[in-house]
């Protein structure tokens, strides 16, 4: 055996997890080690993620000048974690390092999305997990306006139909400045192939950025989603969490008289996980990554596809295909 591949791994953020998210992507790691050393120390290929930068990220993208850089020889800068999920990879990150005997080849992902052709996946976490929120806020509005009563009492508050478009005048947070690393899957797949294969990666230690060279803008990404889903007269607003929660708690924004109230509280809990990203990360440099040529003195890695409005548009027109749900 040459070669290992590790891209086994607990995505959940969820801090009562957190035991079993450890469990799994650090005590896994330590029982892997100990495999390996049984059965010859192959070279290791393992999975990482990029956002073990963890709060690095709060700065907007187009401020270069003030914005870190995190680099593929970077790993502890001093960073606090956003969720256990980023604490778990950071920790393997640090066993593995820590093992002079041992090569191996560390890819930190960004975060992956359908297939750069069929826009197909079968994981509808991150990006789907986000927007699915609003799929199904959208569904339930459909439901209760059925009933007449209900239907004026949201119009009384400008929530409405025209089609099958909503109208829904509501700020949700975010930095629309901030980017998001949007990968497609078969680009980082080939990546990982063409690197692990390559004779230089395969003599020595090596760190991999498998990230977005141009991630595309959260503003851009909010606008592409919300028109596939059929919503309208959303806003980015930075501060809308915050001045939110300064006169409700989730638990009372239920019992509000205003739907909008309601809403936004629903929202706010669907996509607590994902709130630190929403608001930038820093630039993730892939120096060594492009670094690694072929005998023709090109990069073996090209620039993965743009993430464009209509990239965006085909990979949620899937996920409403199959209902967010993974193929049995």
Avoid: C
């Amino acid at each position: 055996i040459e070669s290992a591949f590790n891209m086994a791994a607990d995505v959940s953020f969820s801090e009562e997890k957190r035991d079993l998210i450890m469990e799994v992507n650090y005590d896994g790691i330590k029982n892997l080690i100990d495999l390996l050393y049984k059965i010859g120390k192959p070279h290791l290929h393992h999975a990482s993620t990029a956002y073990i930068f963890g709060n690095l990220a709060e700065q907007p993208r187009e401020h270069s000048e003030e914005v870190p850089i995190f680099k593929e020889t970077d790993l502890d800068v001093g960073q606090e974690f956003r969720n256990v999920y980023e604490e778990s990879k950071f920790r393997a990150e640090q066993l593995l390092t820590s093992d002079p005997h041992l090569i191996k080849t560390i890819y930190r992902l960004g975060i992956i999305i359908g297939d750069s052709e069929t826009y197909q996946t079968n994981a509808f976490n991150a990006f789907y997990g986000f927007w699915r929120v609003f799929d199904i806020l959208k569904r339930s509005l459909e439901r209760e306006m059925k009933n007449i009563k209900k239907k004026q009492y949201y119009e009384d508050f400008e929530i409405k139909f025209e089609g099958d478009v909503l109208h829904l005048p509501i700020q949700i947070p975010g930095e629309p400045n901030a980017t998001a690393n949007l990968v497609p899957v078969d680009w980082v797949v080939k990546s990982i192939i063409n690197l692990s294969e390559h004779r230089l990666v395969r003599k020595k230690n090596y760190t991999f950025h498998l990230t977005h060279n141009k991630p595309p803008r959260y503003s851009e990404i909010v606008n592409s989603a919300l028109k596939t889903l059929g919503i309208e007269k959303v806003e980015v607003n930075p501060r809308a969490t915050m001045q939110f929660l300064t006169k409700y708690s989730i638990e009372e924004s239920q019992n509000s008289d205003d739907p909008r109230v309601k809403i936004m509280g629903q929202i706010l809990q669907g996509i607590s996980d994902y709130l630190p990203y929403i608001y930038g990360e820093p630039i993730v440099d892939t120096h060594t990554r492009d670094s690694i040529k072929d005998s023709y003195d090109a990069p073996i890695i090209q620039p993965p596809k743009e993430i464009t409005p209509v990239f965006l548009d085909k990979a949620l027109q899937y996920a409403l295909k199959r209902g967010f749900k993974p193929r049995p």
